[in-house]
Nanobody
Framework: QVQLVESGGGLVQPGGPLRLSCAAS????????MGWYREVPGKQRELVAT???????NYADSVKGRFTISRDNTKMTVYLEMNSLKPEDTAVYYC?????????????????WGQGTQVTVSS
């Protein structure tokens, strides 16, 4: 099994910074893509940013220039640096990881989610 544990959410004033972390653990053989998504009540979960094992990144237009995704492959951890936060960034942020894990009968793919961390941008 694969577990993802997020940390770093909280309350921040508009314009302020916040950093999220997500550490993966378990019977992981290989992590390909890691990413951050967010969800607000009544709306679908949306992509924020993703990063591949090779370091290629992809961002939602709404966060380009303000958010930076990075990862430490040795720690199986992905980070999201958020700057110039806006009230509309308020959401529950979820970490996602895709890759291969060791299973009972060999290797298997995984697509796992963290439990989510609340980010609230308000004065």
């Amino acid at each position: 099994q694969v577990q993802l544990v997020e940390s770093g959410g909280g309350l921040v004033q508009p314009g302020g910074p916040l950093r999220l972390s997500c550490a993966a653990s378990g019977s992981i053989v290989w992590i390909n893509a890691m990413g951050w998504y967010r969800e607000v009540p009544g709306k679908q979960r949306e992509l924020v940013a993703t990063i591949t094992n090779g370091g290629s990144t992809n961002y939602a237009d709404s966060v380009k220039g303000r958010f930076t995704i990075s990862r430490d492959n040795t720690k199986m951890t992905v980070y999201l640096e958020m700057n110039s936060l806006k009230p509309e960034d308020t959401a529950v942020y979820y970490c996602n990881a895709k890759g291969r894990r060791a299973g009972v009968s060999g290797f298997a793919t995984f697509d796992s989610w963290g439990q989510g961390t609340q980010v609230t941008v308000s004065s």
